[in-house]
Structures are given as C-alpha cells and as structure tokens.
C-alpha cells in the first residue's frame, strides 16, 4: 500500500519520470496498481505490449506506457522504458523507511568492533568482536555479526541474517532474512573408517549492490575465497559452495545449486533448481533454463536446457516431441500390424507359386 497521505500530480510524476505527458496534469494519482486492479485515482502501467488489450479495459486513471504506443486513450505517461520508469514510479509511492540511527538497548555490540554512529542495529542482534559496521548501515534484529566480519556502508541485512566470522560484505548489499553466509564449505575425506572433516579456513567476498535472498547459503572457501562480485543477483534458497566465484551482474533464481570450486562468468543466468557440478566454468552471458544440470564447462553466450543440458532449440524440440510419444507409439503399432499382414499376403502368394512351378 502506498503511504497514507502520499499522493501526486500527473504533471509531477512525469517531471519525475522524465515521461511525455498526454492529458491533465493536475489529475491527482494516489497509488500503483495492477491494470486488473487499478481505479480512477491510480497510475498502472504497460511493460510490455501483449497487455495492450489489458489496458484498454483498465480502470486506471493513467497509465504508464512505452513512448510509441498506439490505441490507448485516457491520461497517458509516455516513457521509452516503462520498467525503469515503473521502479522510479514505486519508490515515490513506497519510500525505503528512514534510518533511525542508533543500536537498541537490548543488541549485544562487543566493545572492540566498530559500528558507525550513522548505522541502526535492532533489537537483540549480535555484533562480535572486530566486527565493522559501515555508516548508514541497517542491522535489522536478531541479526548474527561474527567476529571480524565486514558490512559496508548502506546494506541492509534483514532478520535471522548470520554473517560468520571474517565475511567481507560491500556496499549497498541486500541480505533477506535467514540467509547465512560463511558457514563452512562441504569437504571431507574418508580415512578408510569415518570422514574426516577438512578445516574450512578460506573466506567469503561480497562485493557491492548484490542482493541475497531469503535462507539463501554461501559457504567460505577451504583456501582463498568465495567470491560473489558486484551487481549479482541471487534469489531465494539458493546453495553456493566453498571456492565458488561468481561474476559481476549474473542472475541466480530459486534454488540454483552450485558445487565447490565452480566459475560463473558475468551477465550468467542460471534459471531455477538448476545444478552444476563441482569445478565446471560457466562462461559470460550463459543462459541455463529452469532444472538444467551441467557437470562439464558451458561456453560463454550459450544456452542451455534439460538435464544434462543440452543446446536449448534442442532440447525444446525433444520436449515438445516427448508429448507426440503416445500417437507415434501407437501409429508405429498399426504399421507393424499392417507390414506383418502384408508380409503373410506376400509369403502365400510365394508358395502358391512355388509349388505351381515345381
């Protein structure tokens, strides 16, 4: 819901959206809407043309549309990119919350970390020893910080976050609740009677503007470090393992899993539950479809589907052949009876004339 009270005219929202105005700009918009749900004192909006008969019949007091749109009628906000424009649009209706900065009386900051006196540390969080808390920084509560951890300036980590000890997080960083980074990698050798458990002592780099979803896990390296660089975005209940490097601005959805000591280039998207196996590369710009598996390095810009991957055009010609499987199965069994017919024809038709000629 917007804020109550929040409320503009279609003349200041295209001066904010840099958007070419088509009809009164003292009209007064109270809040976003979907084009179904929109009514005569909301804004919806048209990213993308196949909901153009959508918004004929919407409701909505204007809409947000691509700059050479045709056949829309009603106040219109003409924009060469309605998505950009549409995130500009949200935040003016929903606003971050102001920081209040401070910590909580009731959170545990060790005396020798450093926690900027522009950063908010909530309720019952946990901030160890040498730990850093950069300025502007939001430690929602129940927030675990380990000893000589990093968060940079203007993150936000979110409830139930565990930062373990010596994590390194940039800039603007975005962590959802329940996500733990730096547990220890999975690495083990078995000695003949147990597993014996390899001492995970590498670290783990966050570096800016990534985002990290819900109960997502990325592990420390054995040696060296994890790495997620700048810009990537990581969805959901994601696993990423020990010595993993993941490149700038790549795309990570549900529960993607990625094994130890594997490279994922830049501008990657992995779709979800997609798996890939331990030390494979996966080169820049690579597209993996929902539940592809890959256990041998992707060349960069391809694209691949299925489990084991396969070229996608491929493997969506199988898919789509998969389903014609029951008509081919049973068109196959009436050629068979009617060869096996013709074949009984064929071979009386040769006796007959064998024994006429002996």
């Not at 070419?20 to 909006?45: C, H, K, M, Y």
């Not at 043309?49 to 045709?70: N, T």
């Not at 329940?178 to 570096?207: T, Y």
Request: proline letters at 5%; glycine letters at 14%; one cysteine or more.
């Amino acid at each position: 819901m917007a804020d109550a009270g929040r409320c503009y005219t279609l003349g200041q929202l295209a001066q904010a959206l840099g958007a070419v105005l088509e009809g009164d700009a003292q009209r007064v918009i109270t809040g976003v809407a979907s084009l179904d749900r929109a009514g005569p004192d909301q804004i919806s909006f048209v990213t993308n043309r196949r909901y153009l008969p959508l918004a004929k019949s919407s409701r909505a007091g204007a809409l947000l549309v691509p700059a050479d749109v045709q056949d829309l009628s009603g106040p219109l906000l003409r924009t060469p990119s309605p998505q950009t424009a549409l995130i500009s649009l949200l935040k003016l209706f929903h606003p971050a919350p102001p920081l209040s900065p401070g910590v909580h009386p009731s959170a545990l900051v060790a005396p020798e970390s450093q926690v900027h006196p522009d950063a908010s540390v909530g309720a019952f969080a946990v901030i160890q020893p040498r730990a850093v808390v950069g300025a502007r920084a939001r430690i929602f509560p129940l927030v675990y910080v380990g000893e000589g951890a990093e968060i940079g300036e203007d993150s936000t980590l979110y409830p139930h976050v565990v930062v373990r000890d010596g994590v390194r997080i940039g800039r603007r960083v975005i962590v959802h609740a329940g996500a733990v980074l730096g547990a220890d990698g999975f690495g083990f050798v078995f000695d003949g009677s147990v597993h014996q458990k390899i001492p995970q002592v590498g670290g783990l780099i966050i570096e800016d503007d990534v985002e990290i979803g819900a109960n997502t896990t990325i592990d420390r390296a054995t040696l060296g470090d994890t790495v997620v660089h700048r810009g990537t975005k990581i969805d959901n209940l994601v696993q990423i393992a020990h010595n993993v490097e993941i490149g700038e601005h790549s795309i990570l959805a549900a529960q993607v899993g990625i094994a130890g000591s594997s490279r994922v280039g830049r501008g990657v998207v992995l779709g979800g539950q997609v798996g890939v196996a331990d030390h494979v590369t996966i080169g820049d710009g690579a597209v993996l479809g929902a539940q592809t598996g890959v256990s041998q390095d992707v060349a960069a810009g391809e694209k691949l589907f299925g489990t084991w991957g396969r070229p996608m055009r491929e493997a969506r010609r199988i898919w789509l052949a998969e389903a014609e499987l029951p008509e081919l199965v049973r068109r196959l069994r009436a050629i068979e009876r009617r060869l096996e017919r013709l074949e009984a024809r064929l071979g009386k038709a040769g006796g007959a004339g064998d024994d006429g000629g002996a």
